[in-house]
């Protein structure tokens, strides 16, 4: 008999006269594959059904500005203020309510952060005459040197007309409830933060002052909307930097926002400080459901259900959440772009197949680089539309995968729910390839879930054939008599023989390192601040190694992942790790590292030299199974040196062209 593992979790939850069915909302990720004229595409709404189909009780479409002329920073999203964007809208909300989910829509006005308004030569308003000094690249990086104006109260009162009136186009457009975002720097918040709210009048001083922007806001909509239309309301609980407020000021601004909204959705941070960044969105050196705490004192306050924001995946933690009292509501962004089915998982007793985020922010680097999303773990991200009409293959076939990394247990999968019979050859005594070596590195833990949940699910799957501590030969894999063969046989470190000393007895790759680290000397210098180098330099400094991060750029190199790299970067300063950057290496001695850069050569002293300075792909090596079979592909880093996310999404793909013809 079925018996839920998770109660709370899914217990119903009453808001005005509606009765959501579970605790879990997809929180905004705004999407930015819009038409020119900023009108939803296809893409835009498979991408928010799959989280519909996937089981939240609530999906939040991300980032809708209220003032197209006076509050926009990114250019690429929705738009509110007019008629003409609720015909479009309604197929968007129809995408979400017809799988039983509630559909509903982030307001939004960037304030004094609106730098594609301030490009185009329209007012931006700060809520207090401000001047505009920033090291950031985010928002203000464009607003750099800028003075701002105090926003006149007859704009203030506009503004509260156009948030009441953006709710009710998307009321008109199927949408039950409005994500008000009052946090993260954005207009609301600039009100609500002492920080950037220096007025002297009814809009400024006291928290009740600060925060009557807001309380009007949802007062408004409630009036125009109906006091059955829902509010969640996103506010900073803390700016969680070492110059914003702290934990009172937002247990203050909830008490005046408490029955005025409908949820108060407790997030935290600033965009525009790096500091605050990478907590307001997790990285992957945080742990688990890290802002909870904040969430979790603003209930003690207030009688509005409470919402908490930030790293969650994993359905026992948030289970236990709600068991405990601490917060009402759940809501996860990235958690449900790794696995949008997350939900029904968890629901159906089906939580170690859940694949928990890795919090590497693929996703978000890549919306901004490209204006996609994509998931190193989930290669259906972005490519919702395409899998919803997806087709099976023509032909049946016998498929030989040649290693079991990352690569070659997502194409195994891919293949085998296809209905390919599979065999996977793999040289090491277990699954998950080069990637096992970070497997006792603390902050890829959720990386390490991943290899052993995806590595479970091809042993258990009645259509793959695994064949571990086995050397893959031609003659083998021909013997087998397979239609395809994917070789996914990974790279080797690359060695830097031009380096006079380079096989020096106190000179070690990054590989070898990882699963060393009792052989590492006490000080220790990494050449080669890429990712690995930088990841492993963090790894060795919480060993207690003092490490040097010696790199002939600037900074750290994490490729398009440049939000990562910030976090990085962040770790770096907080663990005190050495960096000589603009410095490259010109020889090895056995006391360390001879570096040169504009000021001259200098010995970086060392016990422990460690390289890493990029990947060899074993090209020759998956070359030679070129003819066992009529199909033949290559994947991941045996083509070139790839990140997880490339390996899987040439994994998905080679894997669903199989069959075809």
């Known amino acids: 008999m079925y018996e839920c593992q998770y109660p709370n979790l899914f217990k119903p939850l009453k808001l005005g006269n509606t009765i959501l069915r579970n605790r879990i909302f997809a929180a905004p990720t705004g999407y930015c594959d819009l038409t020119v004229e900023n009108i939803a595409t296809e893409p835009l709404m498979a991408y928010y059904e799959s989280k519909a189909r996937g089981g939240c009780a609530v999906v939040h479409v991300g980032e809708a500005y209220i003032d197209s002329v006076h509050g926009v920073d990114i250019p690429k999203y929705l738009k509110l203020d007019s008629d003409d964007c609720v015909s479009h809208l309604a197929t968007v909300a129809d995408a979400i309510n017809k799988h039983g989910a509630i559909a509903s829509i982030e307001l939004m006005h960037a304030g004094m952060f609106a730098s594609q308004s301030y490009i185009e030569g329209h007012q931006v308003w700060a809520p207090s005459d401000t001047v505009i000094k920033t090291d950031s690249d985010k928002a203000s990086a464009r607003l750099n040197g800028a003075f701002l104006p105090e926003m006149p109260e007859e704009e203030i009162l506009n503004t509260i007309e156009l948030y009441a009136q953006a709710a009710k186009r998307v009321q008109l457009a199927g949408f039950k409830m409005v994500l008000l975002h009052g946090g993260h720097g954005w207009l609301l918040h600039q009100f609500m933060s002492p ?18 922007f807001a309380v009007m806001v949802c007062d408004r909509i409630k009036e125009v909307c109906g006091k059955n239309f829902m509010i969640d309301f996103r506010m900073s609980a803390s700016e969680v930097n ?7 000021n937002g247990i203050e601004c909830a008490k005046q926002l408490d029955g005025h909204c409908d949820i108060i959705h407790c997030s935290v941070g600033n965009h525009e400080v790096i500091e605050s960044f990478v907590v307001m969105h997790p990285s992957m050196f945080l742990e688990d459901g890290v802002n909870m705490k904040f969430a979790a004192e603003v209930k003690k306050y207030v009688k509005t259900p409470v919402a908490a924001v930030g790293s969650f995946s994993d359905p026992a933690m948030m289970e236990k959440a709600l068991a405990d009292g601490l917060v009402d509501v759940i809501e996860i962004g990235r958690g449900v772009i790794a696995d949008p089915d997350l939900p029904n998982k968890a629901r159906m007793g089906k939580a170690d197949e859940i694949n928990q985020c890795l919090r590497c922010y693929t996703c978000f680097s890549q919306l901004i680089t490209t204006g996609q999303y994509g998931c190193a773990i989930n290669p259906t991200t972005g490519r919702e539309l395409e899998c919803k009409y997806d087709t099976p293959p023509v032909h049946k076939r016998n498929v030989v995968v040649v290693g079991g990394g990352i690569g070659g247990m997502e194409a195994a999968l891919i293949a085998a729910e296809r209905g390919h019979k599979v065999t996977v050859i793999e040289k090491a005594g277990r699954l998950g390839g080069v990637l096992l070596i970070e497997e006792d590195v603390s902050f890829k833990a959720k990386l390490k879930l991943y290899i052993e949940t995806q590595a479970r699910k091809v042993m258990k799957n009645e259509n793959i054939t695994v064949m571990l501590s086995t050397e893959a030969t031609p003659e083998l894999v021909s013997s087998l008599d397979p239609d395809a063969v994917i070789a996914a046989l990974g790279s080797r470190p690359a060695v830097p023989t031009y380096l006079p000393g380079y096989d020096k007895a106190n000179v070690m790759p990054a590989e070898y390192a990882y699963t060393h680290v009792n052989e590492v000397g006490n000080k220790v210098v990494v050449i080669g601040g890429g990712l690995v180098g930088a990841e492993l330099a963090l790894h060795l400094a919480s060993c207690g190694k003092q490490v ?18 910030q976090a990085i ?14 410095t490259s290496p010109v020889g090895i001695t056995d006391d360390g590292v001879i570096g040169k850069n504009a000021e001259g050569e200098k010995l970086y002293e060392a016990d422990t030299v460690i390289y890493a300075v990029g990947q060899r792909p074993l090209a020759d090596e998956a070359e030679q199974f070129r003819f066992c079979a009529p199909e033949f592909y290559t994947i991941g880093d045996c083509v070139t040196p790839a990140t997880i996310y490339q390996a899987t999404s040439q994994a998905f793909y080679a894997a669903r062209d199989i069959g075809r013809l």
């Open 195 to 212: 920080l950037t709210n220096h007025r002297t009048d009814k809009w400024g001083g006291s928290a009740e002052n600060r925060c009557r």
């Open 242 to 248: 070492s110059v914003g407020y702290g934990i009172e």
């Open 569 to 582: 970067s962040e770790q770096i300063r907080i663990h005190k790790v050495g960096t000589a950057f603009n």
């Open 548 to 565: 040097t991060i010696m790199h002939r750029h600037e900074q750290v190199k994490c490729g398009a992942n440049g939000l990562h790299g």
